[in-house]
């Protein structure tokens, strides 16, 4: 069993302060604030040199970490913790899909991706998503993880997900995994490339959700009915479970449920941005607010912000209309972007908004939006961000 120390020792900040958890391309790093969130200190690396997609604090303990991790060397796993990121273990059977049967070719995981602790009602359970696309659960805490076969055995799983292994420039992913607070047999998945399912009965089946949704190559005819959709980030509204956001490869959607068809909201964005991007997070507490970082993505798709000036864009009336809000940011000549995990919001009265960039930089606004401090600089490649109370 491989175990892993952070380079340096968590902070003695008091329990309860505010925490960022940091995947990079090179390690995983926390940040710990002050109880203002104006002073942040950066401890880490853990496991320096792995790709860490994502790491997730239990909220039903508030002590377990779960971290994924991929070295060139010894592959993909994921790597748990119970005393707050001091100390890491890694799963004794991480996510794996069935071996095939000999002379077929069968489906290999090559990093897991996305985190997701199981519902309230399940204290032990988590879920991942992988690359490519498969759905994964552990009922012991991470430590040994099994793969939802109603998903990644099912004979439509070419169809679903287009079918292929390597798919976009980072390899096809699972992501998305969201349960409804109310009902923890509801569920959301998002893929990339595969669109958005259902499930009401926690995985036996499963129903497309895509209707609404532009297509990227297909006239819109024809969107509809193809799998091969590309949503880069779903967001369920924790105050209104039935109100979900998502930033896709097309633009930022609506949808209110029990409908079944997506609104695109994206198209009150000014013009000259666009509504294109990766990540987007909401509100705690209001379900009309949302915040978006747009990238440019025109042409070959260059992941810069737009013109090189980089923003943030909350709508406060569920996309009716947009505000910029770059009180802080680079004006110019800052041609980063920011991946779909790499945005998160706190609990805080006064909503803390944070986002990590393709630079190595952690933004941060305590204020929603309203003005950005550079917290943390020259981290690697930032690839998602979580907030937390550790």
Same mark, same amino acid.
């Given at each position: 069993m491989a175990k892993t120390k952070a380079k340096k020792a968590a902070s003695k900040s008091s329990a309860g302060s505010s925490a960022l958890l940091i995947g990079t391309k090179k390690g995983g790093f926390i940040l710990r604030g002050d109880r203002s969130r104006k002073s942040w200190k950066v401890n880490g690396p853990i496991m320096l040199g792995s790709g860490v997609h994502h790491m997730v604090l239990d909220p039903r303990d508030g002590k377990t970490l779960l971290m994924t991790g991929f070295t060139g060397h010894l592959g993909p796993s994921v790597f748990r913790s119970v005393d707050g990121g001091k100390t890491w273990k890694e799963a004794k059977q991480p996510p794996a899909f069935k071996k095939a049967k000999e002379g077929e070719t069968g489906k290999v995981v090559k990093h897991n991706f996305w985190l997701t602790p199981g519902h309230a009602s399940e204290p032990n359970v988590w879920y991942a998503g992988t690359s490519p696309q498969g759905l994964f659960r552990s009922e012991d805490g991470g430590v040994t993880w099994?793969?939802?076969? #109603?998903?990644?055995?099912?004979?439509?799983? @070419? *169809?679903?997900?287009?079918?292929? /292994?390597? +798919?976009?420039?980072? %390899?096809?992913?699972?992501? #998305?995994?969201?349960? @409804? !607070?109310?009902?923890?047999?509801?569920?959301?998945?998002?893929? #990339?490339? %595969?669109?958005?399912?259902?499930?009401?009965?926690?995985?036996?089946?499963? #129903?497309?959700?895509? *209707?609404?949704?532009?297509?990227?190559?297909?006239?819109?005819? /024809?969107?509809?009915?193809?799998?091969?959709?590309?949503?880069?980030?779903?967001?369920?509204?924790?105050?209104? !479970?039935?109100?979900?956001?998502?930033?896709?490869?097309?633009?930022?959607?609506?949808?209110?449920?029990?409908? @079944?068809?997506?609104?695109?909201?994206?198209?009150?964005? !000014?013009?000259?941005? +666009?509504?294109?991007?990766?990540?987007?997070?909401?509100?705690?507490?209001?379900?009309?607010?949302?915040?978006?970082?747009?990238?440019?993505?025109?042409?070959?798709?260059?992941?810069?912000? !737009? @013109?090189? *000036?980089p923003a943030v864009f909350m709508t406060s009336d569920a996309g009716k209309s947009w505000k910029r809000m770059a009180n802080g940011l680079p004006k110019a000549n800052a041609w980063w972007t920011v991946f779909r995990q790499a945005m998160a919001t706190d609990a805080n009265s006064s909503v803390g908004v944070y986002f990590g960039t393709t630079t190595g930089d952690v933004w941060a606004s305590v204020n929603e939006g309203k003005s950005w401090k550079c917290i943390a600089q020259n981290l690697p490649h930032i690839y998602a961000i979580e907030a937390a109370t550790l």
């Amino acid at each position: 069993m491989a175990k892993t120390k952070a380079k340096k020792a968590a902070s003695k900040s008091s329990a309860g302060s505010s925490a960022l958890l940091i995947g990079t391309k090179k390690g995983g790093f926390i940040l710990r604030g002050d109880r203002s969130r104006k002073s942040w200190k950066v401890n880490g690396p853990i496991m320096l040199g792995s790709g860490v997609h994502h790491m997730v604090l239990d909220p039903r303990d508030g002590k377990t970490l779960l971290m994924t991790g991929f070295t060139g060397h010894l592959g993909p796993s994921v790597f748990r913790s119970v005393d707050g990121g001091k100390t890491w273990k890694e799963a004794k059977q991480p996510p794996a899909f069935k071996k095939a049967k000999e002379g077929e070719t069968g489906k290999v995981v090559k990093h897991n991706f996305w985190l997701t602790p199981g519902h309230a009602s399940e204290p032990n359970v988590w879920y991942a998503g992988t690359s490519p696309q498969g759905l994964f659960r552990s009922e012991d805490g991470g430590v040994t993880w099994e793969g939802v076969a #109603s998903f990644n055995d099912d004979p439509g799983w @070419d *169809k679903w997900t287009g079918g292929a /292994q390597d +798919g976009t420039p980072d %390899g096809p992913k699972m992501h #998305s995994i969201i349960i @409804d !607070p109310r009902d923890k047999r509801h569920m959301y998945i998002g893929m #990339s490339s %595969g669109g958005i399912h259902e499930t009401m009965d926690q995985g036996k089946t499963w #129903s497309p959700l895509i *209707k609404g949704m532009k297509h990227a190559f297909l006239p819109d005819e /024809q969107a509809d009915d193809a799998p091969s959709h590309d949503p880069h980030c779903v967001v369920l509204h924790p105050a209104k !479970p039935d109100r979900l956001y998502m930033q896709a490869h097309t633009g930022i959607y609506k949808i209110d449920r029990p409908g @079944d068809r997506w609104e695109r909201i994206g198209l009150k964005m !000014p013009k000259q941005v +666009g509504d294109i991007g990766f990540p987007i997070v909401v509100h705690p507490r209001d379900p009309n607010t949302a915040w978006v970082f747009p990238m440019d993505g025109t042409a070959v798709w260059p992941r810069t912000s !737009p @013109d090189g *000036k980089p923003a943030v864009f909350m709508t406060s009336d569920a996309g009716k209309s947009w505000k910029r809000m770059a009180n802080g940011l680079p004006k110019a000549n800052a041609w980063w972007t920011v991946f779909r995990q790499a945005m998160a919001t706190d609990a805080n009265s006064s909503v803390g908004v944070y986002f990590g960039t393709t630079t190595g930089d952690v933004w941060a606004s305590v204020n929603e939006g309203k003005s950005w401090k550079c917290i943390a600089q020259n981290l690697p490649h930032i690839y998602a961000i979580e907030a937390a109370t550790l």
